[in-house]
């Protein structure tokens, strides 16, 4: 086999890859959506009595709180356990190092964003106002960027750890639509929000951002529209990511005061 035609194996595989991962991706949202309607309504007494938007909307959240149990278990696991991205375990720079594990995971993501915001398009503004649509238009263009030229992804599975907060935050959603808000269920799950949005979307892209400073001779290898966006998309969401995070402090102030005033009484 020439040169040539070994490049062109090489890529068709990636592309076989890519459009698979993609469509996994989609296809697990479609089945977490479908399940997590039916064991609703054999486990959850009030489900069948919500209506059609709730419904759509609770579904919603059952595929988003799967997709990020595994980017995150995967995230993790690549960044933190797997041999990928140690310095000096590879000759190749740390900001070109992917895998097949990655990239599939990378493209299992862009399948989630894609069907979510899709949903959300369709039914907007029911699931999600304009900063849903920033948020995961960005993410998209990020990961995909990352996926097709294979480089800068240990940043992009930094900032999908950051998915760790969307069970908690789900949870939050599901509590106050069964009228949980006064229970200490609820406001426990308010503190561990708060304290998993402080590690996974505040101090972690802190760590994000000292990580390319103390590596920029190796971020600077990056092409040229990976770079700039690397520069762009990050700041951009580490603002709405402390937006949020603001949001959800004062939520769990109120909260922490409702139950400090109900247990005086």
């Known amino acids: 086999m020439d040169v040539i035609s070994l490049r062109d194996s090489v890529t068709s595989r990636w592309d076989y890859l890519l459009a698979v991962s993609m469509l996994a991706g989609i296809i697990m949202c479609k089945i977490v959506y479908e399940v997590t309607g039916l064991v609703s309504l054999l486990l959850f007494k009030g489900y069948s009595g919500l209506s059609k938007a709730h ?11 799967f997709h990020a149990f595994v980017v995150t278990i995967a995230a993790f696991y690549l960044v933190l356990f ?9 000759d190749v720079s740390i900001v070109k190092r992917n895998s097949t594990l ?9 399948g989630y964003f894609v069907t979510d915001l899709s949903m959300i398009l369709w039914l907007f503004p029911a699931l999600g106002g304009l900063e849903y ?6 993410s998209m263009f990020s990961i995909l960027l990352s996926l097709i030229s294979g480089e800068g992804q240990i940043y992009i599975l930094m900032v999908l750890f950051s998915e760790c907060t969307t069970p908690l935050v789900n949870l939050r959603w599901y509590l106050d639509l069964a009228g949980q808000k006064g229970s200490k269920l609820y406001m426990f799950n308010g503190i561990a929000m708060f304290l998993s949005w402080l590690v996974g979307r505040i101090f972690l892209f802190i760590y994000l951002f000292v990580h390319m400073f103390l590596h920029f001779d190796e971020v600077k290898e990056i092409f040229p529209l990976g770079f700039y966006s690397l520069f762009a998309v990050p700041p951009v969401l580490s603002v709405m990511n402390a937006y949020w995070f603001w949001k959800i402090l004062k939520g769990l102030i109120k909260t922490l005061s409702k139950a400090r005033h109900s247990h005086s009484q």
């Open 55 to 65: 419904k759509i909307e609770w579904k919603n959240r059952g595929f988003s709180t």
């Open 82 to 90: 797997s041999d990928l991205f140690v310095d000096g375990s590879s």
């Open 102 to 110: 990655s990239n599939t995971i990378l493209g299992i993501s862009i």
């Open 133 to 138: 649509v920033l948020h995961h238009g960005l």
